[in-house]
């Protein structure tokens, strides 16, 4: 049993590795011509495969914001107003805090107004 087995890896091992070398694949036909399979095809097309490309977005501001408007100008969408000062103040509290400021911060915020 243990030799028949290990006559069995060797042989799977040789097999492979002529393989290897020979760019083919295991178990396939010696000199026998190999097509490319439509999965290995899809998958290096995939994006993350593709070499990068130094793309400029046209507009002033942020890149990001060009990215954005683009797709909302696709969409048939236009940009939100500016939130006000005290929105902005409670969306950031929320987003750093993950509660609402409380009155006192509200009061600093709005008698600085840097």
Not at 18 to 45: K, L, T
Not at 62 to 75: E, G, M, S, T
């Amino acid at each position: 049993m243990m030799r028949t087995l290990a006559t069995t890896l060797l042989g799977l091992l040789t097999t492979g590795a002529a393989a290897a070398q020979s760019g083919a694949e295991p178990g396939a036909q010696p000199g026998a011509q190999q097509r490319p399979d439509d999965e290995m095809v899809a998958r290096r097309e995939h994006w993350a495969w593709q070499p990068l490309r130094n793309v400029a977005p046209a507009g002033d501001g942020h890149p990001v914001d060009a990215f954005v408007r683009a797709r909302l100008r696709d969409a048939d969408l236009s940009p939100s107003e500016k939130a006000p000062a005290h929105q902005r103040l409670r969306r950031l509290w929320f987003d750093l805090v993950g509660l609402p400021p409380t009155p006192e911060a509200v009061a600093r915020f709005r008698a600085d107004p840097s």
